[in-house]
């Protein structure tokens, strides 16, 4: 079955430093991939989306490479702010899904000053 | 704006007792979903609808009932026979279909309290 898998948390980073959360995953076919962000106490916002193998998504800094052959979808920003502090979901719909996607676990960020 | 409406952002209920969450969106979306989302954790499905007047089970349908009579509105029940019904529960919707790379979107979400 499909399944996606992000690094454990909470990850503790200063200001203007470099992030990068893994995201591998299991599915067949060509899934699409996103990230979403989760502010504390609030919904989850779409952060970026990639559709096929070697698509970039990209969004306020942040980076995503929908790599094939590795079946990643790492989530980058070359330097991170104390309003990046959230909770990051990465996940997939399969292609021959009409809408339902498949989430990981989310991964905490925690950016000090 | 166009957007998902969730009402109440906090609900507390006695153990025992049906309580609705209400979910509206005006972005024209045929498919709607309700996750539910504990500590800690991922999000889990509990019921999905691809089009008014029908919907599926997720993965965690038990004690939980829906209904879809309006494409807007898509209410959840959280009855007394869920076990452990104390969640942030988020509703989402998107555009139907099969292919395509149709994200889904989101409501602020409601905290339910059972004590």
């Known amino acids: 079955g499909n399944s996606v898998t992000q690094m454990e948390g909470p990850v503790t980073l200063s200001e203007e430093a470099f992030l990068t959360i893994n995201c591998t995953y299991t599915?067949?076919?060509?899934?699409?991939l996103f990230w979403y962000v989760q502010y504390p106490g609030e919904g989850l916002q779409l952060l970026l989306k990639?559709?096929?193998?070697?698509d970039k998504g990209s969004n306020k800094g942040f980076e995503a490479t929908y790599r094939k052959e590795t079946t990643s979808f790492h989530l980058e920003k070359g330097s991170v702010q104390v309003s990046d502090s959230a909770v990051y979901f990465c996940?997939?719909?399969?292609?021959?899904?009409?809408?339902?996607?498949?989430f990981g676990a989310g991964t905490q960020v925690v950016v000090t000053p | 704006d166009g957007g998902i409406t969730q009402s109440p952002k906090y609900l507390f209920r006695k153990e025992g007792q049906n309580v609705t969450l209400s979910c509206e969106q005006n972005?024209?979306?045929?498919?709607m979903y309700w996750y539910r989302q504990d500590p800690g954790q991922g999000l889990r499905l509990i019921y999905y609808?691809?089009?008014?007047?029908?919907?599926q089970k997720g993965d965690i349908a038990e004690g939980y009932s829906v209904s879809r009579e309006k494409k807007e509105s898509f209410p959840l029940t959280v009855t007394s026979a869920q076990k452990n019904p104390t969640a942030f529960y988020l509703c989402?919707?998107?555009?139907?279909?099969?292919?395509?790379?149709?994200?889904?979107?989101f409501g602020p979400g409601t905290r339910l309290t059972v004590t």
């Open positions: 990639a559709t096929k193998a070697d």
């Open positions: 989402a919707s998107s555009i139907g279909g099969a292919g395509g790379a149709y994200e889904q979107y």
């Open positions: 972005l024209n979306h045929d498919a």
């Open positions: 599915a067949t076919g060509y899934p699409s």
């Open positions: 609808s691809q089009i008014v007047n029908d919907f």
């Open positions: 996940a997939l719909r399969r292609s021959d899904s009409w809408g339902k996607l498949q």
